[in-house]
């Protein structure tokens, strides 16, 4: 088994943990609950879930998404999230590799992916960014692409995703100045953690990050106003379009930024 292999499996098996705690903060951090503290319950009967069914995915297939208790329907968004995060970490790990050098950055955005899964479903569901996961992620991405930047060597990176970091914030900060009622501070704090990954991987991958996010959020906004399911006035969530468009940038911005300057005759 090559170690390509073993870092996937460790990846989605850590994946398919992290998203079983994910779930928790999703629902109490924005109620401003302890995460640690009580035991996950079922909402309706209050009865302690049982470690054997709270094994992530397998769990809820089992209980047939049912509490054993009281019959109350849990939610299948629970395996949902579980199963989403292990995948998703498993693409990253699959992506990186087995080059010694790559796997210094691992660390970095299996946690940047676990937050973006938070941050986007609480935002969906309160219209909020919590200061609780937002501010510390700034001071957590900065330690770990320094860790990938010790172990690539590549400290220009490092400077540069300081710099992206500085650069996607005071943009951000600038708009919600201009128009306070399009974008929250919540967005602007935000924009500091994305601009951090997207500014390690280069200018090109943060422009293009940063113009996806708003490229497929008015994308969105447009499709709501066309089926009459928004009006011009409607609050909607950035974050998760902030979130997309960083991910777009991280995938394929590389790609599209020398593609782009090749077209414009740049390059």
């Known amino acids: 088994m090559t170690a390509t292999v073993l870092l996937v499996i460790f990846a989605v ?8 705690f994910l779930n928790v903060v999703v629902w109490r951090v924005p109620r401003g609950e302890k995460i640690s503290s009580p035991p996950s319950a079922c909402p309706k009967c209050e009865h302690a879930i049982r470690s054997y069914d709270n094994i992530p995915v397998f ?6 998404g049912k509490c054993r208790d009281c019959g109350e329907p849990i939610s299948p968004r629970y395996p949902l999230v579980e ?7 498993g693409l990253i790990a699959a992506a990186v590799g087995a080059e010694t050098a790559l796997v210094w950055t691992v660390p970095a955005f299996l946690y940047l992916a676990a937050i973006s899964i938070a941050l986007t479903l609480i935002d969906l569901d309160t219209k909020t960014l919590p200061n609780k996961i937002v501010l ?3 001071l957590v991405g900065v330690a770990l692409l ?6 690539t060597g590549n400290w220009a990176a490092l400077l540069g995703a300081l710099a992206g970091g500085a650069a996607l914030f005071l ?5 919600a100045l201009i128009s306070p009622r399009g974008m929250g501070m919540g967005d602007v704090k935000l924009a500091a953690v994305l601009g951090l990954y997207l500014g390690w991987l280069g200018w090109g991958v943060l422009a293009v990050g940063a113009f996806a996010a708003f490229l497929l959020g008015g994308v969105f906004a447009i499709a709501l106003l066309l089926i009459g399911r928004a009006r011009r006035r409607t609050a909607i969530p950035f974050g998760p379009w902030m979130i997309a468009g960083a991910w777009l940038g991280i995938a394929f911005g ?3 930024w020398n593609g782009y300057m090749v077209a414009t005759g740049l390059s």
Not at 59 to 64: A, K, N
Not at 83 to 89: E, P, R, S
Not at 171 to 175: A, H, P, Q, S
């Open 13 to 20: 098996l850590l994946g398919l943990a992290v998203g079983s």
């Open 59 to 64: 769990g809820w297939l089992l209980l047939r």
């Open 83 to 89: 199963a989403t995060t292990a995948i998703v970490f």
């Open 136 to 138: 510390p992620s700034i």
């Open 146 to 151: 320094a860790l990938a930047s010790v172990g």
């Open 171 to 175: 943009f951000y900060f600038i708009v």
């Open 254 to 256: 590389s790609q599209i």
